[in-house]
T-cell receptor, first 110, second 113 residues
Framework: EDQVTQSPEALRLQEGESSSLNCSYT??????LFWYRQDPGKGPEFLFTLYSAGEEKEKERLKATLTKKESFLHITAPKPEDSATYLCAVRGGSQGNLIFGKGTKLSVKP | EAGVTQFPSHSVIEKGQTVTLRCDPI?????LYWYRRVMGKEIKFLLHFVKESKQDESGMPNNRFLAERTGGTYSTLKVQPAELEDSGVYFC???????????FGQGTRLTVV
């Protein structure tokens, strides 16, 4: 069964304190691993798509990496505005739907 | 360019009533998805349209849920009759290609009392 597990569930950082979020997945025939950011009361906001092991993508203070079993979202020198829930999802098999993890709630204190 | 738009943003209904949620995808996106998040759980897939056709409805919980996409544009999701366990946030997403990035709306928070 396709599955996504994110850790930790919650993460508290001081402004400027770099860290990483983990997304472990099991999927038949990966057709993309997706990272989204979700703010309270809003829908998921697309960040990155990774398709193959070894691939990396960056956007401002965020960098996503992918291996055959997991993905990491690295946050460098975070700011309070980076506080949000970060969602990981995979797409696999022959269907286009996404399978989501429960998310990591990130809080960055000034 | 307008994003994915959902109506209403909130809905509170009594058990046994009917509710219809609407989603307007990004213009030109043939793929439209419905997802749901119930409290404490992850976002889960409900169904997938390609234009006006249902590509995959394996996530629909039961026959109280009916989704339509007339003319391949906007979509509606009707719950009839609503039950308490239907409460949650319903998200719509659209993508240009089946394997491309999916963009989400802000969601409709449904509360059944």
């Amino acid at each position: 069964e396709d599955q996504v597990t994110q850790s930790p569930e919650a993460l508290r950082l001081q402004e400027g304190e770099s860290s990483s979020l983990n997304c472990s997945y099991t999927v038949s025939g990966l057709r993309g691993l997706f990272w989204y950011r979700q703010d309270p009361g809003k829908g998921p906001e697309f960040l990155f798509t990774l398709y193959s092991a070894g691939e990396e993508k960056e956007k401002e203070r965020l960098k996503a990496t992918l291996t055959k079993k997991e993905s990491f979202l690295h946050i460098t020198a975070p700011k309070p505005e980076d506080s949000a829930t970060y969602l990981c999802a995979v797409r696999g098999g022959s269907q286009g739907n996404l399978i989501f993890g429960k998310g990591t709630k990130l809080s960055v204190k000034p | 360019e307008a994003g994915v738009t959902q109506f209403p943003s909130h809905s509170v209904i009594e058990k046994g009533q009917t509710v219809t949620l609407r989603c307007d995808p990004i213009s030109g996106h043939d793929n439209l998805y419905w997802y749901r998040r119930v409290m404490g759980k992850e976002i889960k897939f409900l169904l997938h349209f390609v234009k006006e056709s249902k590509q995959d409805e394996s996530g629909m919980p039961n026959n109280r849920f009916l989704a339509e996409r007339t003319g391949g544009t906007y979509s509606t999701l009707k719950v009839q009759p609503a039950e308490l366990e239907d409460s949650g946030v319903y998200f719509c997403a659209s993508s240009q290609e089946t394997w491309g990035e999916a963009f989400f709306g802000q969601g409709t928070r449904l509360t059944v009392v």
